[in-house]
């Protein structure tokens, strides 16, 4: 029999499928249990593995209940301590623990004894009641599932930094990122974005405020598992396909090549458009508030890209969207090249598509993003290039976007993750 308790083997499948794309409810059903019961285990750990279902770094295994049955049957036998330890191979502090921890004292409290055989009235001791497999299995369990302390927990000052930073509408990994560089001799002042996503997911930990999911890109107070792409629109005449732009657009290293598109709102009536530079992620936003007919488009980006220096106008990289049905004109009028991407195919402008989610914590889904003026529109582009960019050491857009036009392209090195 394995040493893994029933319970938590199931509960172990259920999250392997939540990891493989598995929805909470068909995950349920697909180990055994309800979906309602899949949908609670889902929210009541915030959408995140528990880890507590198979702790690392232990040097041995937690006791099996085939260990804590011969347990039972050598206390109910009187055997001592040393000699079941022998039996089992485990350390004699391994099982007087166990029997301290998970047996069942009858009036008296002492320690576990060979000579108390059962019934002996002097120990108070119940050998074949005082300890049982089964009881202290369930007790191991709920042991193992209480929430920890973690490092946020522990360490004030670290939290009141993680906050503040949040508030700030930073990722929790850029805040990892931030305090490493900020603290590089201080471990006590760092932490990984994992422990500060459980922080936030997992509240029985009780190490940041709810209300603070509200400032991560999501607005989530749960994990969500990762959806496939949404069906795109027809194409566009005259276009371009991604596959004729040149290679250097792709490795990011020269600056110049664009990625773009739209951010619906409410209702499909409002519009903001978004320009990222491959390079530098350097963030643009286009002021599109009641329209988005092709010549509106046209205009505004024109405009936009028209004040742009002429080394940073080479290609511009959008999906096919029917607002782009004046790319001809917008190629013309503002000097760069225009390609488009395949259908279903959002990773081919990965930059724009990360940006688009980091804007939804400043324009939410399902609202009037009309209301939004262009100078709002403005200072959001301006606080998201300063935010500091894991591929970039923790550098920021701006910094490298100005670093970029102050030396000449042949001697710019840029990161080229994606």
């Excluded at 995140?48 to 232990?58: D, E, F, M």
């Excluded at 191979?89 to 007087?96: E, H, Q």
């Excluded at 550098?395 to 102050?406: E, W």
Aim: glycine share 8%; net charge positive; charged share 25%.
């Amino acid at each position: 029999m394995s040493g893994e308790p029933q319970l938590l083997s199931v509960q172990r499948r259920f999250w392997e499928l939540i990891a493989a794309g598995v929805s909470s409810e068909d995950a349920g059903v697909a180990v055994g249990v309800s979906a309602t019961c899949g949908s609670k285990w889902f929210r009541r750990f915030g959408g995140v593995n528990p880890r507590w279902v198979a702790p690392q770094g232990q040097k041995r295994p937690r006791l099996s209940i085939d260990e804590r049955e011969q347990i039972m049957i050598g206390t109910a036998q009187g055997e001592s301590i040393r000699s079941m330890a022998a039996r089992l191979g485990r350390a004699p502090s391994t099982v007087m623990r166990e029997i301290a921890h998970n047996g069942v004292m009858r009036g008296h409290v002492g320690r576990y004894r060979a000579r108390y055989r059962f019934g002996a009235r002097r120990a108070g001791w119940d050998a074949k009641s005082g300890y049982s497999a089964r009881i202290a299995q369930l007790r191991s369990e709920q042991r193992a599932r209480r929430p920890k302390t973690g490092k946020l927990g522990r360490c004030p000052a670290l939290r009141t930094e993680v906050q503040a930073w949040l508030v700030k509408k930073f990722s929790p990994e850029q805040i990892a990122g931030e305090l490493a560089r900020t603290y590089p001799d201080r471990p006590e002042m760092q932490v990984s974005h994992e422990t500060i996503y459980k922080a936030l997911y997992v509240q029985g930990r009780g190490e940041l405020r709810r209300e603070l999911t509200k400032c991560l890109r999501t607005g989530r107070a749960l994990r969500k598992p990762r959806h496939r792409s949404r069906a795109g629109s027809g194409r566009i005449p005259g276009m371009v396909n991604i596959s004729e732009r040149p290679a250097e657009a792709a490795d990011r290293a020269v600056p110049g090549h664009w990625e773009g598109d739209l951010i619906i709102g409410k209702n499909q009536r409002s519009q903001i458009g978004t320009l990222v530079e491959r390079s530098t992620g350097f963030v643009q936003l286009l002021h599109l508030p009641t329209r988005r007919d092709p010549e509106t488009v046209a205009e505004v980006m024109v405009t936009t890209i028209q004040a742009l220096p002429e080394t940073l106008r080479k290609t511009l990289t959008w999906d096919q969207g029917s607002e782009m049905a004046a790319h001809a004109r917008i190629s013309v009028d503002a000097g760069i090249d225009i390609y488009f991407c395949d259908p279903h195919s959002p990773w081919q402008r990965g930059s724009n598509e990360n940006t688009n989610g980091l804007l939804r914590q400043y324009f939410p889904k399902g609202t009037d993003l009309s209301v939004h003026s262009a100078d709002y529109l403005a200072e959001v582009a301006a606080e998201l290039n300063e935010r500091p960019r894991k591929r970039f050491d923790w550098d920021n857009p701006t910094n490298r976007l100005n670093q970029l036009l102050q030396s000449p392209p042949t001697e710019t090195t840029v990161a080229t993750k994606p």
